[in-house]
């Protein structure tokens, strides 16, 4: 059984309260009780909880939803010792995260009801924090065969991708969409095209020539974003494009948005505040894929957000450890884990005043709870006790050692950091306080 | 007989992981120092023993007969007991990680390190993990500092400068260590630096790296002083970067019509191994203007230079 602390009231008093569903921020107190929200607003105060409230002062604390990370890779099924559901539940309330949506890329994948189930009802046994998972797109993520899209919705999963994996043929992705829309399934698609991908690491340019690597054009993305938003224009599904990394991407998605096309995208917070430039000396940790691209196309994705262009922020939370990760950087696995640093990456957007704090947390909650109609993201009266306290100045260094997650993988890795979660409540229960070491 | 050493050269670092970073003296000083060494070599008695008891292994994770012969001579020759290693043979095929070799000659205790890699900054990764000097003998599409040096002092001893020239560097610069370090040696001592070849085989953003890009032979070395060929591995040419070995050839293989609109004078280098009828003519390879054959000569003195200079800045040295 997973170790939650019992379930009592809790008033969060003299809080700064944000909620990025209603565009509210405001000075007050929010009471829980039996798991959910009961109220938000100016002066509850003591004399107004039930009797056994807990009540924390939140004076010069931030509470805002718990957070909604739309994709994690998590190793459950087939690589638990990267990753169990467990551990990264454990990771994700350290970084605020109330709930974890998993990717199918899993051994084997998530491509059938009962690996649905599976996870769904592991989940329930093992993690402390919400736990939904996408299904894949196409069987085994081989972009050939469209998968169980009715049954596998039916069994719970929240969207349909295929991962890290890109759907290159464009019948098969214009017949899954046009099926996905019978049903009104999300379709989320990292687009990538693969031989224009070819032997490339790291992002085509001056600084992989200066590295001797293979590089990876920008335009490998932005020509299979442009197909899909021809391929929603026939089949009018609902879609959201999975990792959006440059500019010329976001000039395509602005057009899809202006057009009316049911779309809409993300951005991981790697892309938002590393670029290429980071790679260093073959630093592996700064290997994704997508990989880092040049500072203007970090600049033009947090604009991007800040006006609504880029709809949520997720983790890409991906575990690698030594064995894929201590190689040579054309040899290393991609991935960086995030789940735990998340939240506090964001703040450093904040804190340069590139993003209003209320657009990152409704980036990281509202958004995709609405996106993917699962609950949370929003401190309405009667939803989910889904909550976070948030310390927005505290000085922080990342300790890798202080890591919850089963890998260490963090392009954050002894970073200065301000502003961390400090408490996070899932269900009314506490799943996380932060305890300086 | 043997040749009092002069230049007291000490290289201040205890790797040479690339050409990038070191400084115009830090240059120098490598070639003054290899100009000795290349005077010894032409003597009968060419021992020296600055690095007796010293252990030098050759790490080789790619197969070479000329890098690695010509490392393995440089050691003997200063008097360090040299080891060679191909690891293409042994341990990789066993499962066992670059960082495990590395963690295991480490224990062996070698003075020194000299590793050639098929991965990009593979080199620099087995540099952290060992105690002694490691030097890099060519690491994916990075660089090939030797390499580098031994093209510098060819082109100085024949053109008695390499400031002011014009080296216009040939063929598959996208997966050339080789052109990378050139073009970072040469710009450092002031030459003037063009690639030159088809747009598949260019980089993307070359000209970032301070050289002039040109895609046609004609122009790219026209008043050229030094024309440098580099080799293009087989498996490029059957339509993936270029439609053919005859296409290749005609355009961008350098014959004697092509080495005339360079300027008379005009020397040609390559790195070897060459693929004749390729990427340049064997009346090219072998004429006067080659000084293909003298490279592989400067290449053992540059390299004792390199061993030489690093192992004067080793402890107990």
């Known amino acids: 059984m997973p170790m939650f602390s019992d379930r009592h009231p809790i008033l969060l008093a003299n809080a700064r309260i944000i909620d990025p569903s209603r565009d509210l921020d405001f000075a007050g107190d929010l009471l829980m009780a039996d798991g959910v929200i009961r109220e938000a607003k100016r002066g509850i105060g003591a004399a107004g909880v039930p009797a056994g409230t807990e009540i924390m002062d939140c004076k010069g604390f931030i509470v805002a939803p718990g957070l909604i990370d739309m994709r994690a890779f998590v190793g459950e099924p087939g690589a638990e010792y990267r990753e169990t559901l467990a551990s990264a539940s454990q990771a994700a309330a350290a970084g605020g995260v109330t709930t974890i949506i998993c990717q199918p890329d899993t051994t084997p994948a998530i491509d059938d009801p009962a690996i649905v189930d599976f996870i769904l009802r592991r989940a329930r046994d093992t993690a402390i924090v919400h736990v939904q998972t996408m299904a894949a797109l196409t069987k085994n993520l081989e972009g050939r065969e469209m998968t169980e899209i009715g049954l596998l919705k039916a069994a719970g999963a929240v969207a349909f991708t295929d991962g890290a994996h890109s759907v290159t043929n464009a019948q098969v992705m214009r017949r899954t969409l046009a099926y996905a829309r019978d049903f009104d399934a999300l379709v989320v698609h990292q687009t990538e095209d693969p031989d224009l991908v070819g032997e490339g690491v790291m992002n085509e340019g001056e600084f992989a020539t200066r590295l001797g690597l293979h590089g990876i054009p920008t335009a490998a993305e932005a020509i299979m974003l442009e197909r899909d938003m021809r391929l929603v224009g026939l089949t009018d599904a609902r879609y959201h494009a999975a990792a959006i990394t440059c500019r010329q991407s976001l000039e395509i998605l602005q057009r899809a948005k202006e057009n009316g096309l049911p779309v809409t995208a993300s951005a991981s917070i790697n892309h938002l505040t590393l670029n290429q430039i980071d790679i260093g000396p073959y630093r592996t940790f700064f290997k994704v894929r997508p990989p880092l691209r040049a500072e203007e196309d970090r600049v033009a994705l947090v604009e991007a957000v800040a006006s609504g262009l880029i709809d949520v922020i997720m983790s890409d939370h991906n575990p690698q450890d030594v064995e894929t990760k201590r190689l040579p950087f054309a040899e290393a696995a991609p991935g960086a884990i995030g789940l735990e640093t998340m939240l506090s990456a964001g703040l450093r957007l904040v804190n340069n005043h590139d993003l209003p704090l209320i657009t990152l947390l409704g980036a990281m909650s509202t958004k995709p709870a609405e996106r993917l109609g699962v609950p949370g993201g929003t401190l309405r009266n009667g939803a989910p006790a889904d909550v976070i306290v948030i310390d927005p100045d505290i000085p922080w260094v990342l300790d890798p050692a202080d890591l919850k997650s089963k890998c260490k993988n963090t392009p954050f890795d002894e970073a200065r950091l301000q502003g961390r979660v400090i408490r996070t409540i899932v269900a009314g229960r506490t799943a996380y306080e932060y305890a300086p070491s | ?317």
């Open chain 2, 1 to 317: 007989m043997t040749i009092a050493g002069t230049s007291s050269f000490v290289l201040n670092r205890r790797h040479l992981l690339g050409i990038e970073g070191l400084s115009h003296d830090e240059i120098s000083g490598l070639l003054d120092l290899a100009e000795e060494f290349v005077e010894l070599n032409r003597q009968i008695e060419k021992k020296r023993t600055s690095l007796r008891g010293r252990t030098q292994i050759n790490l080789f994770f790619e197969s070479s007969t000329r890098t690695q012969s010509s490392f393995e001579l440089a050691g003997k020759r200063l008097g360090a007991d040299v080891m060679n290693m191909a690891v293409v043979s042994s341990s990789i095929k066993k499962g066992e990680t670059l960082i495990d070799t590395a963690i295991t000659l480490n224990a062996m205790h070698p003075d020194i390190l000299v590793v050639r890699h098929h991965a990009s900054g593979a080199v620099e990764l087995l540099a952290q993990k060992v105690d002694g000097s490691v030097i890099n003998a060519g690491d994916g599409a990075h660089e090939h500092p030797t390499q580098a040096l031994l093209d510098a002092l060819t082109i100085r001893r024949n053109k008695g400068r390499i400031e002011g020239l014009t080296v216009a560097i040939c063929g598959d610069v996208l997966h050339s260590r080789v052109a990378r370090s050139n073009i970072i040696l040469l710009n450092a001592m002031g030459a003037n630096v063009r690639v030159v070849g088809p747009s598949t085989l260019l980089p993307s953003n070359v000209e970032r790296l301070g050289v002039t890009v040109m895609r046609d032979m004609r122009e790219g070395l026209h008043n050229a002083d030094i024309v440098m060929m580099l080799r293009l591995q087989r498996e490029r040419m059957n339509g993936s970067f270029v439609p053919s070995t005859q296409e290749y050839f005609a355009y961008f293989g350098l014959d004697q019509h092509k080495l005339s609109y360079a300027k008379p004078d005009a020397m040609v280098m390559h790195p070897g191994p060459m693929n004749r009828g390729v990427e340049i003519d064997s009346g090219v390879a072998d004429g006067a203007q080659s000084l293909i054959r003298e490279q592989v000569e400067m290449g053992v003195a540059v390299r004792m230079a390199v061993l030489e200079a690093l192992a004067r800045n080793l402890p107990n040295a």
